[in-house]
T-cell receptor, first 116, second 113 residues
Framework: AQTVTQSQPEMSVQEAETVTLSCTYDTSESDYYLFWYKQPPSRQMILVIRQEAYKQQNATENRFSVNFQKAAKSFSLKISDSQLGDAAMYFCAYRSGEDSNYQLIWGAGTKLIIKP | DTEVTQTPKHLVMGMTNKKSLKCEQHMGHRAMYWYKQKAKKPPELMFVYSYEKLSINESVPSRFSPECPNSSLLNLHLHALQPEDSALYLC????????????FGPGTRLTVL
């Protein structure tokens, strides 16, 4: 069975600085997807970034980028130029590439605090 | 801006009440999901609909009853809930069941007294 581990329950960063959130996963599959979702106090679960396992290039979305290390089964999220609006719970999630396996496997989450 | 909407935002109900949560998506997706989320925990999958048919029921108690009237709407009917059912209920959708990305609504905060 696949598992996702986020080892940092809480992280804090000074506004405008860079922070990296870690995520590791365990799977025997070769085809899968990885996601970072953000959930601010407003509760909305927002997709931040997604990565297809078959792509070697790391995904980026504006200030958000990932460091995808397939062999190490690591999928860290880097947030550059942190802003107050980045404060949220961040969840890492895994989805199998098999069509019949629709479930998202979630990490426990990392609470990100932005210091002004 | 989300294209998955949920109503109401907040709901307080007694254990004998009957209420419904509503979810609507405007992306033409054919798979829709209900999740339950406790504070500071990741979401737990409850139900999955694919092409308006219930595909998955993750052993959810019968006091939760899902309904999918059409491809854009998803309801969750609540009856005789327990205080431990208090949680954030999230709706999500994806293009089809096999599609990788799920998009979430803003959730309904449910409190059972």
């Amino acid at each position: 069975a696949q598992t996702v581990t986020q080892s940092q329950p809480e992280m804090s960063v000074q506004e405008a600085e860079t922070v990296t959130l870690s995520c590791t996963y365990d799977t025997s599959e070769s085809d899968y997807y990885l996601f970072w979702y953000k959930q601010p106090p407003s509760r909305q679960m927002i997709l931040v970034i997604r990565q297809e396992a078959y792509k070697q290039q790391n995904a980026t979305e504006n200030r958000f980028s990932v460091n995808f290390q397939k062999a190490a089964k690591s999928f860290s999220l880097k947030i550059s130029d942190s802003q107050l609006g980045d404060a949220a719970m961040y969840f890492c999630a895994y989805r199998s590439g098999e069509d019949s396996n629709y479930q998202l496997i979630w990490g426990a989450g990392t609470k990100l605090i932005i210091k002004p | 801006d989300t294209e998955v909407t949920q109503t109401p935002k907040h709901l307080v109900m007694g254990m004998t009440n009957k209420k419904s949560l509503k979810c609507e998506q405007h992306m033409g997706h054919r798979a829709m999901y209900w999740y339950k989320q406790k504070a500071k925990k990741p979401p737990e999958l409850m139900f999955v609909y694919s092409y308006e048919k219930l595909s998955i029921n993750e052993s959810v108690p019968s006091r939760f009853s899902p309904e999918c009237p059409n491809s854009s709407l998803l309801n969750l009917h609540l009856h005789a809930l327990q205080p431990e059912d208090s949680a954030l209920y999230l709706c999500a959708s994806s293009q089809v069941l096999a599609t990788d990305t799920q998009y979430f609504g803003p959730g309904t905060r449910l409190t059972v007294l």
